[in-house]
């Protein structure tokens, strides 16, 4: 069975700053997707970024970027130019590659971020 | 990217009864996958609905406590049955990113929030 842990229960940060929220996880597979979501207080399941586990090159969108270490099973998540508009929970998530299908998603427990004036 | 619509958005049930949420997708999606999120914690599957077949539970789910409908490619329901104060959570419902296309992405409705008085 996958897991997916989130060290960092709450994180805060200012405005315009860099921070970076820390997961890991844990499998046996080889061919896997991993995803950061984002859950404002409105409650919605946004996707921020997601990282084929096939590819070595880093994801990125705009001021989200990861850092993917297949070998350490280690997946971080770094905002630059934090925005208030950033606040919210952070969830870190694992889905094996299924030919042609989707997959459940396993998620980690979510770090509160908060972005200060 | 899918467009899902949830309902109700939120209610207020009376323990004993039961509540029907609905899940209507703008695009035919294979695989639709309900989670549930208990307050202050992570999201955890309640099952997956594939079309035309038996929704497959997760250990610790079933189907007399949560049946599940998938009558069409574009629609689910999950009825939260007998309800007692430990169902109140926010229930969401997850698609793929279609039908025949490897279901990289997850999409999530708005989510349901249940209290159960």
């Known amino acids: 069975a996958q897991t997916v842990t989130q060290s960092q229960p709450e994180m805060s940060v200012q405005e315009a700053e860099t921070v970076t929220l820390s997961c890991t996880y844990d499998?046996?597979?080889?061919?896997?997707?991993l995803f950061w979501y984002k859950q404002p207080p409105s409650r919605q399941m946004i996707l921020v970024i997601r990282q084929e586990a096939y590819k070595q090159q880093n994801a990125t969108e705009n001021r989200f970027s990861v850092n993917f270490q297949k070998a350490a099973k280690s997946f971080s998540l770094k905002i630059s130019d934090s925005q208030l508009g950033d606040t919210a929970m952070y969830f870190c998530a694992f889905m094996k590659h299924v030919q042609g299908g989707s997959e459940k998603l396993v998620f980690g427990k979510g770090t509160k971020l908060t972005v200060n004036p | 990217s899918a467009v899902i619509s949830q309902k109700p958005s939120r209610d207020i049930c009376q323990r004993g009864t039961s509540l029907t949420i609905q899940c209507q997708v703008d695009?035919?999606?294979?695989?639709m996958f309900w989670y549930r999120q208990q307050p202050g914690q992570s999201l955890t599957l309640i099952a997956t609905?594939?079309?035309?077949?038996?929704?497959?539970?997760e250990s610790g789910f079933v189907i007399d406590k949560f049946p599940i409908s998938r009558p069409n490619l574009t629609f689910s329901t999950l009825t939260v049955s007998n309800m007692s104060p430990e169902d109140s959570s926010i229930y969401l419902c997850?698609?793929?990113?279609?039908?025949?296309?490897?279901?990289?992405?997850?999409?999530f409705g708005s989510g349901t929030q249940l209290s159960v008085l």
């Open positions: 609905a594939n079309q035309g077949s038996e929704a497959t539970y």
């Open positions: 997850s698609v793929g990113a279609g039908q025949g296309i490897a279901g990289e992405k997850l999409f």
């Open positions: 499998t046996s597979e080889n061919n896997y997707y």
């Open positions: 695009s035919q999606v294979t695989m």
